[in-house]
């Protein structure tokens, strides 16, 4: 009779960490908190100002290194579970992803209304709902994001379309739900982008451009990624680090050298081709343990998405705790300096919060099918580790 801690190790597989992955996500990770210290600055220091566009390219090619790997996650995770009927392929992938990503982010987008409710800002009903069912803030006519509460959470919303979908075709053959999901999310862009010249009503023009943005095109790039791993050829670690930094000092150099204009046809491009070079890389060294500072990227990855959610305002605090000296040019040390404060943070969040009630929630289900499983028997679980799993 296989007891339940058995069946706990087969269902959390081996420590197969994905280095490379989860290597890459810590570096996207600082790319973001980098992006929104600059950004942060730039209030108190004007010299700043001229940056603004430099530091949103910098958090956007982060983004996308985010959306690539999700791809890629999506597809590795899901691989055991081929054998499994479609409807328990969809229930085991929706159940991980919502109690991956819903606890967390729902905690964080109640501690924002409350800050906001402390300094005299209340947010709409509406921008609560929809902050709360992920979907984009309707409300906001003038951010093209539609952000929600949380402002940086207007990434989670295209990561929430995107396991929708992937859950979806989840229920189709697995021959060929890879390539169904990949033709969905081409097919948004291209009819998005098509549909955009011929629709008159603003607020449906901004609902159309909001579901067909080309960024999720980094998904279908993961997915493709994850389909020929198992026949890429492996790369050392230090060559995998090392070319994914080359290429993407690389590109941000040439956007400021050249002054290429911030979602131009030519960064576009440039964008693209370095995210897939630096995917390519980091699954190429997905199962070697040979990265340099390996512990530390490992960890910096795995509390990517604690950092993700909380750096923002971690980060305005300590700029207004900063400001006599920000105005005196302090402001390149600044941007140094705070984002240690902001992985520290990210990282107890993750292991003081995030962690213990994902492991909470689902021990609820874990108890509720061992309740239902008869004795003697054994049901294989797709083995996938935490660690690969975190969204952001």
Request: net charge positive; charged share 5%; glycine share 4%.
């Given at each position: 009779m296989t007891t339940m801690r058995q069946r706990d190790a087969v269902a959390n597989g081996p420590q197969d960490m994905l280095d490379g992955l989860q290597a890459l996500r810590g570096i996207a990770a600082v790319m973001v908190v980098i992006d929104h210290a600059m950004l942060a600055v730039i209030p108190y220091d004007p010299h700043f100002a001229p940056l603004g566009d430099f530091a949103g390219t910098i958090g956007k090619m982060g983004v996308n290194l985010f959306f690539v790997i999700s791809g890629f996650i999506?597809?590795?995770?899901?691989?055991?579970?081929?054998?499994?009927?479609?409807?328990?392929r969809f229930s085991d992938f929706a159940w991980k992803r919502l109690t991956r990503l819903v606890p967390l982010y729902w905690l964080a987008t109640l501690l924002t209304i409350a800050v906001g409710a402390i300094e005299g800002f209340h947010y709409t009903s509406g921008h609560i709902l929809t902050s709360f069912t992920f979907l984009p803030n309707f409300e906001d006519a003038v951010d093209p994001r539609m952000t929600p509460i949380v402002g940086v959470g207007w990434t989670i919303t295209y990561e929430m379309l995107f396991y929708s979908l992937f859950a979806l075709c989840l229920l189709f053959p697995r021959q060929i739900g890879p390539a169904a999901c990949m033709?969905?999310?081409v097919g948004m862009v291209v009819c998005g982008a098509v549909a955009a010249g011929h629709v008159q009503d603003p607020e449906l023009r901004r609902i159309v451009a909001f579901?067909?943005?080309?960024?999720?095109?980094f998904f279908t790039v993961g997915i493709a990624i994850a389909i020929g791993f198992r026949r890429m050829p492996q790369v050392a670690g230090p060559i995998a680090i090392g070319g994914s930094l080359t290429l993407m000092v690389a590109a941000l150099t040439s956007y400021w050298e050249f002054r290429l204009q911030?979602?131009?046809?030519?960064?576009?491009?440039?964008?693209?081709?370095?995210?897939t070079c630096v995917g390519l890389l980091a699954a190429g060294n997905a199962r070697r343990s040979d990265i340099p500072a390996r512990r530390l990227l490992l960890h910096i990855g795995?509390?990517?998405?604690?950092?993700?959610l909380f750096h923002a305002p971690i980060l305005h605090f300590l700029a207004s705790l900063s400001a006599p000296w920000l105005v005196r040019g302090y402001g390149s040390a600044f941007i140094i300096v705070a984002a240690l404060p902001c992985l520290v943070a990210g990282s107890l969040i993750h292991t003081g919060i995030e962690l213990p009630i994902t492991r909470a929630v689902r021990s609820i289900r874990r108890r509720h099918r061992s309740a239902r499983v008869p004795v003697g028997r054994d049901f294989p679980q797709?083995?996938?580790t935490a660690a690969i799993e975190a969204p952001r």
């Open positions: 999506m597809m590795y995770t899901t691989e055991p579970t081929r054998t499994y009927a479609p409807s328990h033709a969905i999310i579901y067909s943005y080309k960024n999720m095109l911030n979602g131009g046809l030519v960064w576009q491009v440039v964008s693209f081709l370095t995210c795995n509390a990517s998405f604690s950092t993700y797709p083995q996938a």
